[in-house]
């Protein structure tokens, strides 16, 4: 799938224009689609309600890794 699909199926998905509560969806979306690693951390956050220092730092950096490329295919 590639990022454009995704990013048009996030935003359905969504059923909002794109803004800032709409691209933690598509990042969200992304993350279980294309990025194991975010999506694992995102999974860890979620069972233990926080991460590790260094597992919190990458987990921001995907994070906003994936709202550049988000961001970037947007028409």
Not at 29 to 41: Q, V
Not at 70 to 75: A, G, K
Request: glycine share 2%.
């Amino acid at each position: 799938m590639t990022r454009a699909v995704v990013y048009e199926s996030a935003l359905a998905a969504s059923d909002a224009s794109p803004t800032l509560g709409a691209l933690a969806n598509q990042v969200r979306h992304l993350s279980m689609a294309e990025r194991p690693e975010l999506r694992k951390l995102t999974q860890l956050r979620e069972e233990h309600g926080e991460l590790s220092v260094s597992d919190d730092k990458k987990y921001r950096s995907l994070v906003r890794a994936t709202e550049r490329d988000i961001l970037q295919v947007r028409p």
